[in-house]
């Protein structure tokens, strides 16, 4: 069997003017796959290619004999043909990457991938409109009829078996947010993770890289992620804000521990909890007082 979206060895069957035909290395088993494309859990099996052999192009061969292994990518041609190819796409079946877009049609966006012919992101697969330039994070997967496509819905794609523990520090790029859940987080393009909304003091859009903190590892492997420290740690970054912010404004906010949360956050980008610390680490540091109607700089 030869394997829609993979990077595979196939034997040299046959060589014609056209090029090298080429089949399964061993006949009625799977293909010897090179890459698994690095696929999640996604239930979708890999798609096989209705036929025994594959037309490796002329200007492709280096030299092949009948009997050679050579390593090809599988993927179907501008006329919807199955075809093999020695140039190695920049995403694989179920591989989540970053693409350029180089065009944009009535059906939808093109992507470079690196292959001949430019991978379609239709439409219906776009969480937010693109344009020709923008770099966009998309998975590959094979549409209805067995063609090649991208899709910005990235959330079944993400692997949930990281090496990552709580408390290492992780990049990643948001693909995705939500007002009820928060930003979606591509972990090394790779792997599942999510800062919740309570952990988002500002806003993030999609395709912005973060740097954050695992905050769980939950059962499923999916990654809880935090953009603040351990709060120890946090708690003197937070107080060098406050003081900072202090000062800018003369001295005096009129901000407490009464305070409501959303004004709290709307103007330190802190929530509650911990600026009541940061404000108490400064009073117990006799550098504030705490008073009924705000904060003030001690006079030294």
Not at 242 to 250: D, T
Request: glycine share 8%.
């Amino acid at each position: 069997m030869i394997l829609l979206g993979r990077t595979q060895q196939l034997k040299v069957d046959s060589l014609q003017p056209h090029g090298a035909y080429l089949v399964a290395a061993d006949a009625g088993e799977a293909a010897a796959v090179v890459s698994d494309g690095g696929a999640s859990g996604t239930s979708d099996s890999t798609p096989v290619i209705d036929a025994d052999r594959i037309l490796l192009p002329q200007n492709q061969l280096s030299g092949e004999a009948v009997g050679d292994l050579v390593t090809v990518f599988v993927y179907k041609d501008s006329e919807d043909r199955p075809i093999a190819t020695k140039l190695l796409p920049k995403a694989e079946l179920g591989r989540v990457a970053a693409l350029t877009v180089t065009q944009i049609n009535r059906v939808g966006a093109f992507l470079d991938w690196g292959l001949p012919k430019d991978l379609l992101l239709p439409y219906r697969e776009q969480t937010k409109p693109v344009g020709e330039g923008d770099e966009v994070l998309v998975a590959v997967y094979a549409d209805k009829s067995g063609r090649l496509c991208a899709t910005m819905k990235l959330y079944p794609y993400l692997r949930t078996d990281s090496p990552y523990h709580k408390d290492d520090r992780v990049t990643g790029r948001v693909y995705e947010t939500s007002n009820n859940f928060g930003a979606f987080v591509a972990v090394d393009d790779l792997y599942s993770g999510l800062i919740p909304k309570k952990d988002l003091f500002y806003p993030l859009a999609p395709m912005q890289s973060v740097e954050a903190r695992i905050a769980s590892v939950l059962p499923d492997g999916k990654l809880t992620l935090t953009l603040r420290e351990k709060a120890h740690v946090q708690m003197e970054g937070d107080a060098a804000l406050v003081l900072s912010a202090l000062r800018s404004a003369g001295g005096f906010l009129p901000y407490h521990d009464k305070s409501s949360a959303e004004d709290i956050k709307a103007r330190f980008s802190l929530g509650k909890n911990a600026f009541k610390r940061a404000i108490g680490h400064l009073y117990r540091d006799r550098l504030i007082t705490i008073d009924e109607d705000g904060i003030r700089l001690v006079d030294r």
